[in-house]
């Protein structure tokens, strides 16, 4: 093996400060055997009936069921990556990180007869690679599920209050890494839900010529997010009046 390999990405001398980066990896092929190897035996799900529950009337409804359930039923840790846990131990502990999440999201669509694959999103400013690659590079992992051939849907665990098909500011419009068992490919990370704030007026008026305006902000995408600025009862008065 050759000690040292220059990385395409890095550019001119003027452009990024000098630095030496170590890997036993200098291509894709070997990164996924690599991370193959840490899911080997992580998937196997017990208690089918407890997942069948999870099934909608569509495609669409089982997939927000199924998010909706890990999302909300399942403590969120810190984004750690590289570090999976069982699906069956997940779903025991009742806890993961969003790593582990993925993990068992893949393992009950599988048993719900849904295909899907794994997404590692790169750290901002590092396109897709095809030669010296390290696991520092990536900072997110998603889930990836074909619906249709000019459809998918992405499951990102990283925010408790994300809807499914949201996805991160970090993730949207990055091209994620699809890990399948021998081969990969590159998706640009799309989301199925915008994100904006919705605002709804009524003002009622009545005999004597008094007022009142009743304000309702709906948040959609990733704003769904500052729902948690919501929940402090201490706070919430203040939290309101930002809003005003």
Known sequence: LDPVTEESFSGGENQCLPHISFSTMNKIEQFIAWYNGL????????????????????????????????????????????FPAAAEDTLFARRGTPEDKVVLARSILRMLGIESYYALVPKKGISKQTGYISPSQFSHVLLYIPVSMDKNSWFDFSNSYYSCGVVSSQAAGSTALIIMKKAYDWKEVNETIHTFLENKFTVTIDDSGAGTIALTTIFHGRNGAMRELFIDEEDRDETVSLYM
Do not use: C, M, P
């Open 39 to 82: 899911l080997e035996g992580l998937e196997h799900l017990d208690g089918s009936h407890r997942i069948a529950a999870l099934k909608g009337k569509n495609l669409e409804d089982t997939l927000n069921r199924v998010y909706s359930f890990l999302s909300n039923e399942l403590e969120l840790q810190n984004n750690v990556l590289f």
